[in-house]
């Protein structure tokens, strides 16, 4: 008995211990800089969210958040790098929807992002403008569908590659407008933009940080936007699913840990980037990005992304694209 009593007795004091040393690294991280990879250039929109989640950490917490731009492979060469990094709140991910395409368009990746990854807080969904060449005589989604419907396979819709956000958005609105349009993807969304000017295609589906100066100068023709709702940066816009239900489409960011990362770490991120979202300024400038805040729980976020990975598995497998 006495024996029992000495060993709940250590049991307790055991466990006692260990929530009071959760509570004070908790408390006391980070000691040193954080690095947040981007699997984009530096420059991108992914890149400039995460300067916005950077300096507002950095404010709050005390160390320096350091981007580390990690492009290539679709975003798959930074995503693997945190994957392998140290489960200790010193390195993190931007997780971004190429993040959820990636899993269905590339056949051999070396990790499994949903598993692998622990999913901290949803920052800002982006949504995308369907845009055309002024040429291009359709001034409205049901006209534009009504024409490449006239010109079946003739129109060239372009994208920044393969499997990106706007080349997945694109074949979103094909499969449920039921029309054929030529996919020409460009080794980069500028590229795409700079022959969408030029009239070399037709259509494009694109971010509207890219795009708002050409369209407020009326080089590119804005038909909607992808929301599910309208948005103030572009009020006289429909959104697509206003002529094709079911349809939405964003570009989205948030932050994510290499699995295993302390769950009171964890917490304490999410809690900091909540109040960042819950900042005037920082929505501001979210806004200015035509974005807007994407506010969640981990597991809110980690539910998100998995609904976003099967949503675009089924878009990849309508397009047969691949990452070849």
Do not use: C
Request: proline fraction near 7%.
């Amino acid at each position: 008995m006495v024996r029992r009593r000495q060993f709940l007795h250590l049991a307790v004091g055991a466990t006692a211990l260990a929530t009071v040393s959760r509570v004070a690294r908790a408390q006391a991280y980070p000691t040193r800089p954080v690095r947040l990879v981007v699997g984009t250039v530096a420059g991108a929109t992914p890149d400039i969210i995460a300067r916005v989640i950077g300096g507002w950490l950095s404010d709050r917490l005390g160390q320096p958040f350091v981007i580390e731009n990690r492009p290539g492979a679709g975003g798959n060469i930074g995503a693997e790098a945190v994957v392998r990094a140290a489960p200790d709140g010193y390195t993190l991910h931007l997780a971004a929807a190429a993040n959820a395409i990636n899993a269905s368009l590339y056949r051999n990746l070396n990790f499994n992002y949903i598993r692998d990854m622990a999913p901290v807080a949803g920052f800002a969904r982006t949504p995308l403008v369907m845009e055309v060449n002024p040429s291009v005589p359709a001034k409205t989604v049901p006209e534009f569908i009504a024409y490449a419907k006239a010109n079946p396979g003739k129109l060239n819709m372009a994208s920044g590659g393969n499997g990106t956000p706007q080349h997945v958005s694109g074949e979103l609105f094909k499969l449920l407008a039921g029309v054929q349009m030529q996919h020409v993807p460009y080794r980069g969304a500028a590229l795409a933009l700079t022959d969408l000017i030029g009239g070399q295609v037709q259509v494009m589906f694109d971010t509207i940080p890219a795009s708002i100066e050409f369209i407020r100068a009326g080089k590119l023709r804005p038909l909607a936007v992808t929301s599910a709702a309208r948005l103030d940066i572009l009020p006289d816009l429909p959104t697509v699913g206003d002529f094709l239900p079911g349809y939405e489409a964003t570009s989205w960011s948030g932050i994510a840990a290499p699995m295993g990362t302390p769950a009171d770490i964890v917490q304490k991120l999410n809690q900091e980037m909540n109040a960042g979202l819950a900042d005037p300024g920082v929505v501001a400038r979210i806004a200015d990005l035509g974005s807007t805040v994407l506010l969640n729980s981990p597991t809110e976020f980690g539910k998100f992304i998995a609904e976003e990975t099967d949503k675009w598995a089924k878009v990849v497998k309508f397009s047969g694209a691949t990452s070849e």
